[in-house]
């Protein structure tokens, strides 16, 4: 599966930004999909993540009631809609990809390439 992640940018503390996920396979339906990011100095972690097959999502703590992740299986693409954006939320973000995964997505099979997002104070 290739991911391509796009979207990412430099906003404002309190600004929003969506990013999208466009997957290769048609298969896509089969994938949980998730975000995880990575900053300057920082492991890669996860974010939150979508279930093949159902709608149960995954959310890490700092991050519920501002991001929204979504996936539109029609058209093979995760999005995550991100508000109230604050300078901690800098980072890299990268999509991800399992098949029959769980939704807390353990050890993805793939990886997007990036983009970056950066939240000024």
């Known amino acids: 599966v290739q991911l391509q992640a796009s979207g990412g940018g430099l906003v404002q503390t309190g600004g929003s930004l969506r990013l999208s996920c466009a997957a290769s396979r048609p298969t896509f339906s089969t994938y949980t999909m998730g975000w995880f990011r990575q900053a300057p100095g920082k492991e890669r972690e996860f974010v939150a993540a979508v279930q093949w097959g159902s709608s149960n999502t995954a959310y890490t703590d700092s991050v519920k009631g501002r991001f929204t992740i979504s996936r539109d299986n029609a058209k093979n693409t995760l999005y995550m809609q991100m508000n109230s954006l604050k300078p901690e939320d800098t980072a890299v973000y990268f999509c991800?990809?399992?098949?029959?995964?769980?939704?807390?997505?353990?050890?993805?099979?793939?990886w997007g390439q990036g983009t970056q997002v950066t939240v000024s104070s």
């Open positions: 991800a990809a399992k098949r029959y995964g769980g939704v807390w997505m353990t050890s993805p099979d793939y």
